[in-house]
Every structure is written in structure tokens, then in C-alpha cells.
């Protein structure tokens, strides 16, 4: 159990022994069901008002992550009355969020896929009148008249064989319409959307390395409910000991928790040219669909219109390489169903209620794995005291590492050991970040 469950089995901290038994010790969000009731919660919030196109699009996005998460039947294999009475309240639950995807499908006019699920929902469900209902508004809707009236007849036909009954009365008005010669009616479509849905995270990086308790953390901070204001965490420290890539990757877990759009922006505040936020609000107010005219001059008038953008939704916000407090101020949110992400090397750029986290180098093992996963499994082995000195000599700093061994992967005829030789003659036998 514990292999599958630890990360480190000697120093467990999901399965714990307890008198004479074990206890699971699970975090704030690793349940697959907690990520799948909060997901299918906000696309009903998200559908309950004017169902706008940006609306749409997100509760359908949030949805589809939700039907993601499950894999097979649940509690399979475990036997008994309680198992079973899970099971089928599991499953219909699972039901349910497929039968509101897909009816989110036909008001955004997307028939031909919701044809093609709901043909094979009806056949694995082939009593469900509300399903055979959305293949019939499917199908007309998709300019299949006869196909949906012989959907109709193909249920009345079952239902009269398995249960000696005729179909409700809201199939049989749905039945007459498309009788009657006309489409099932298609939707006016969505309200047009006021506020446009910015996306602009820089990319995840593919090979992502360690950190894992910290993005756990990082990442249930931010998909809690929202409290009285907006969630702020500040990561601070040295330079390449990768803020920006933890802050980038936390930010892309929890993008469907913010389905209303993502901002990033990089203040330069590590260099001798930070930026104006008042120019910051610029950009993000452009992005958010204000055009130039709209803009107000003023630092203190466009953070109002920003806030008022912003308000009623749920936004992540990335300031990535904040110079303080100061700069990052003008740009929060005042929303709390907003968040914010802020990096910076100073202990102070998180404004006053924020998390501050400090972020120091890899552990050794972390900047191994780094280093193996770019340069190879092979090569790496091959050379083990070559490469932890190259390590030490990074500092175990990510960025390094990752330098270091993009750089021996480009290059097959280097090794470790060349290369920790190079550096002692170049810079001595210091690692990067070390008192000289």
C-alpha cells in the first residue's frame, strides 16, 4: 500500500500506523470526488444566470474536467449492500454531469458530437426518456428529422416491450413538433459575452520537477472556497530557484477552479526597469476587453475599472518577478472569488495578507531527477560522483541544473565528469550562490 501511496515510504505521511491499525491522512483536495462535486458546483453557478457564450464555454470546460477524473466504475470490486448502494448513487451522479455537458453541447450548437455520445448513452441507459429526449433535440436540431422521429419510435417500441407504457407526455409533445413538420426548436443562443475570457499563462513546462508537497499545498490554497477576500500568495527568493516555474505550473492545475480567465504579466522588478503598473493595468484591462478609447489615465481610475471588471468573477492573476508590495498593491483584485499569484526574490513582496512562502534550492534528490531526466537515464548512471558535483557546484538551483543538462544533452561526446572539471578552472570549486 505504502509504495503506492508515499512518496518517501520511510517517512510516511498518507498511510499512518494507528493503535493496531492504519490511518489515511488524505490533504485538502486529493479526493477525486471533491474535485469532481466542486467542478460540476461552479458550472451550475455558471449556468444559473444569463448562460452567457463565456459562461457556456467555461461551466463546459469545468464539466469535462469533472467526467475526467473518474476512471471505471466506482468501488469496483468491493462487494456487499452498502457497495452497491455507492455504486449506483456514484454512477448516477456521474450521469447527471454528463447529461448537463451535453445539454450545454446543443445551446452551443456543437449537435454532431452530442449526437454521437448520447447514441451511445441511450443504448447503455435505454429507459432513460430524459436522454432519448436530448438524442431527439440532437438529431433535429442537426437536420436529422427522420432520424429523431425514428429515435422516438425505436423507445416507444422498448418501453411498451419492457414496461407495457408509452412515453411521457414531454417526449410525446416533443414527438408532435417534429410531427408537425418543423425542427425540434434550437436555442436563441447564448447572451453575448461582456467581458472577454483572457488566457494568457505562459506554457507549463513539460518535465516539471519536484516540489511536490509544495504544489500540493500551493494547489488546495487556491481551489478552496473563496473567503471574505481574494487569495494572495507571494513565492520568495533567490534568483533560477524557480519561482516562476512553480508559480507557472501551480497556476495551470488549478485554471479550470478560475474559469473566467487568466492574467499574467512579468513586472521586471529584479531588473533596473520595473513596470508601472499603472501601464499593467493598461494591458490587463485590454485583455479583459476594454478597448483604448475606454482606457482612463490615471493609475488610481483604472485599478477602480479594473477591480469593477473583475467583479463577480473568478480570475487568476500571476505577477511574476514583483519588485515589492508596492507594485503588486494597485494590481490585486477585489473580488474573492479571484487569486493571486505573486513571485519576487524580496521576503516583502507579498502585500499585507498574503501567504509568503520562501523558496530555497532542490534537495539533492530534486535536482537529480532534474538532471536524469534531461540528460538521460544512461548517462547520468554512469557517472554518479561526476554529476552529484556538477549538482553541488549548481547549488541544486533549478535553473542551473537544468542549464547544465540541457546543455551535456546537446552535446553526447561531454561528461559529468568534463564538466566539473571546466567549472573548477573557470570559477574554482564554489557552488553558485555560495559566500565567496
Not at 16 to 43: C, I, M
Amino acid at each position: 500500500m505504502r509504495r503506492v501511496l508515499e512518496n518517501d515510504r520511510t517517512r510516511p505521511a498518507v498511510l499512518r500506523s494507528a493503535g493496531d491499525g492504519y490511518r489515511l491522512d488524505v490533504p485538502d483536495g486529493a479526493l477525486d470526488l471533491t474535485g469532481f462535486d466542486r467542478r460540476v458546483a461552479e458550472a451550475a453557478r455558471l449556468t444559473a444566470g444569463g448562460r452567457s457564450r463565456a459562461d457556456l464555454d467555461a461551466a463546459r470546460l469545468l464539466l469535462t474536467e469533472a467526467l475526467e477524473l473518474w476512471s471505471g466504475d466506482p468501488l469496483a470490486g468491493l462487494p456487499g449492500p452498502f457497495a452497491e448502494t455507492q455504486r449506483s448513487r456514484l454512477a448516477e451522479r456521474r450521469l447527471a454531469a454528463r447529461r448537463s455537458r451535453l445539454e450545454i453541447d446543443l445551446e452551443l450548437g456543437r449537435y454532431a458530437e452530442a449526437v454521437a455520445e448520447l447514441t451511445a448513452l441511450t443504448a447503455e441507459h435505454p429507459l432513460r426518456e430524459d436522454l432519448h429526449g436530448l438524442l431527439m433535440l440532437a438529431l433535429s436540431r442537426d437536420g436529422r428529422q427522420a432520424e429523431a422521429l425514428a429515435a422516438y419510435a425505436a423507445l416507444h417500441r422498448t418501453l411498451r416491450s419492457e414496461l407495457g407504457a408509452d412515453p411521457g407526455p414531454e417526449l410525446r409533445r416533443l414527438h408532435a413538433r417534429l410531427l408537425a413538420g418543423g425542427p425540434a426548436p434550437a436555442p436563441s443562443g447564448p447572451d453575448p459575452d461582456p467581458v472577454t475570457r483572457p488566457a494568457s499563462l505562459p506554457a507549463d513546462l513539460a518535465d516539471f520537477t519536484g516540489r511536490a508537497d509544495l504544489v500540493a499545498r500551493l494547489t488546495a490554497r487556491l481551489t478552496a472556497p473563496p473567503g471574505a477576500a481574494p487569495t494572495v500568495i507571494a513565492l520568495f527568493g533567490a534568483g533560477g530557484v524557480g519561482k516562476t516555474a512553480l508559480a507557472v505550473h501551480v497556476a495551470h492545475r488549478v485554471r479550470g477552479d478560475h474559469p473566467d480567465g487568466q492574467l499574467y504579466v512579468d513586472l521586471h522588478g529584479a531588473g533596473g526597469d520595473p513596470a508601472e503598473p499603472v501601464a499593467v493595468l493598461g494591458e490587463f484591462l485590454r485583455a479583459l476587453g476594454v478597448p483604448d478609447a475606454a482606457l482612463p489615465e490615471s493609475e488610481a481610475e483604472r485599478a477602480a475599472l479594473y477591480r469593477t471588471r473583475l467583479a463577480g468573477r473568478r480570475v487568476l492573476v500571476l505577477l511574476d518577478n514583483a519588485r515589492d508590495a508596492e507594485q503588486v498593491r494597485p494590481l490585486l483584485p477585489g473580488d474573492p472569488g479571484c487569486a493571486v499569484l505573486v513571485t519576487g526574490r524580496a521576503p516583502t513582496v507579498g502585500p499585507a495578507g498574503a501567504w509568503s512562502v520562501p523558496l530555497r534550492a532542490f534537495a539533492a534528490d530534486e535536482a537529480s531527477a532534474l538532471f536524469t531526466g534531461i540528460v538521460g537515464e544512461e548517462r547520468a548512471a554512469a557517472e554518479p560522483a561526476a554529476v552529484a558535483e556538477v549538482l553541488r557546484l549548481c547549488g541544486h538551483l533549478p535553473l542551473a541544473v537544468r542549464i547544465v543538462a540541457a546543455r551535456l544533452a546537446a552535446r553526447p561526446g561531454w561528461t559529468s565528469g568534463s564538466v566539473s572539471e571546466g567549472w573548477a578552472l573557470m570559477v574554482g570549486p564554489y557552488p553558485l550562490g555560495a559566500d565567496q
